[in-house]
């Protein structure tokens, strides 16, 4: 069990007073053995908590003061987004100390999702971003919505220089993820060509620098977003297990998606109950000094989270993977293909060509959540593509992207 993949091993959930001999999941991290509650505490308290706020700056001018009542799937968004920069500028190791002087990243951090135009990715910024999406402002978003509002907004963020990558329609297409990571690579020919447009170095945050290696990296950051619907109106068992394998993976990012007009920020799991960081609180909106700098308690969770059985949880959800490197995505994919592989079998015999499905080999109990494809999907694949022969008895064993032919002696 888990939060945002670090493992717990644990006697008593923070939260509770029942016992159990089992394991906390939070995005990601592993600790064998058992922690004191405070451990676990501190690490939910070290992510981004971002609830409604009211009496901020009016929306577009005019508009609303508070997002109390439609904002929980914006400030959701802002979550998972906001623990993506927490690995990007600070690492998943990092913690949040209260009243203690703050690294001038998390500063940073922070000043991008404060109620303000000029911020980042504030409420204003994704509000008005989402009028293109066909949502007018106060009007309630999807998981899809929102994430396609932040891959829009993070093409402004010079600092972090993210690439924002949302997978449609159930399929991640690692051609086009590493087409945007890399995009001086000429991949059609195999080739690299540099870029013609100079890459901005940042210093529109306060306290951010931008490292000249950072500008000649060859892979830009990755954010990956996955919409995806896991049932009609309730979620399918079969995908209770892949689900939780999310949260096990070292690039989570969690999960966002919640009940019915009523969004979670969901961080790990422990048996069968999500974990998550609820945003139904409203606060009071904070105005920074000069500097930058404000009161931060109320941007983090300092109470034990919140805990729902993952029966409830509504279909429609997004799923947030955090890439740093060109090797932590090719990780990522390989974790993918082992948690579910599909095996074909293709073979001709005298006229006739037969496509069998074989055996779904998986890792874990249930149904892939989405399909990993290099290029296309593999049902698109034709027999002139496989060189499939009339009159020959050919066995070809298709694993993933792999295509292997087998001839009879």
């Known amino acids: 069990n888990r939060l945002l993949g670090k493992k717990y091993d644990y006697k008593e959930l923070p939260d509770t007073s029942k016992v159990f001999c ?11 053995c058992v922690p004191e509650k405070d451990e676990i505490l501190a690490d939910v308290a070290s992510r981004l908590w971002l609830t409604y706020r009211k009496n901020f700056q009016p929306i577009g001018g005019t508009g609303p003061t508070s997002d109390t009542g439609w904002g929980c799937m914006l400030r959701c968004g802002q979550m998972i987004l906001g623990q993506a920069l927490i690995c990007r500028h600070l690492g998943r190791d990092w913690t ?14 922070l000043n991008a999702f404060i109620d303000k135009k000029d911020s980042y990715y504030s409420i204003h910024q994704i509000a008005q971003m989402g009028v293109g999406e066909g949502k007018s402002i106060g009007q309630w978003y999807g998981p899809n919505t929102v994430a396609q509002v932040l891959k829009k907004l993070a093409i402004f963020d010079s600092w972090s220089r993210l690439a924002v990558h949302v997978a449609m329609d159930n399929t991640v297409v690692i051609e086009e993820i590493k087409r945007l990571c890399m995009p001086w690579l000429d991949f059609d020919r195999g080739a690299c060509a540099a870029s013609e447009e100079p890459l901005e170095m940042n210093g529109d945050l306060e306290g951010a620098c931008a490292l000249a290696e950072e500008e000649t990296a060859l892979w830009k950051p990755l954010v990956l977003l996955i919409p995806l619907r896991l ?33 979670h920020y969901f961080i790990g799991f422990v048996g069968h109950e999500l974990i998550y960081l609820d945003p139904h609180t409203t606060q009071p909106a904070v105005d920074p000094d000069e500097g930058g700098q404000f009161p931060d308690d109320s941007y983090h969770c300092q109470h034990p989270p919140c805990r729902m059985h993952i029966c ?21 994919c390989a974790q993918i293909l082992l948690v579910a592989s599909v ?67």
């Not at 509504?314 to 060109?326: H, M, R, V």
């Not at 399909?371 to 698109?380: A, D, G, M, N």
């Open 22 to 32: 089992r394991c906390v999941c939070l995005l990601f991290h592993e600790v064998l």
């Open 96 to 109: 949040w100390s209260p009243g203690q002087r703050q690294r001038a990243e998390y500063i940073s951090i």
């Open 231 to 263: 049932g009609l109106s309730d979620i399918n068992e079969a995908y209770f297990e892949p689900l939780k394998q999310c949260f096990m993976m070292p690039q989570s990012l969690g999960v966002i998606g919640g009940k019915p007009n009523s969004a």
């Open 312 to 332: 409830e949880l509504d279909p429609s959800i997004a799923a947030g993977f955090f890439c740093q490197t060109e090797d932590d995505f090719d990780d990522w």
């Open 343 to 409: 095996v074909f079998f293709f073979f001709t015999f005298g006229p006739l060509c037969f496509c069998v499905y074989l055996v779904q080999v998986s890792n874990c109990r249930g149904l892939p959540m989405f399909e990993l494809v290099e290029s296309q999907p593999s049902h698109l694949i034709t027999a002139d593509v496989l060189n499939l022969t009339p009159g020959n008895l050919l066995y070809y064993l298709f694993i993933n992207s792999e295509v292997y032919e087998f001839a009879e002696n």
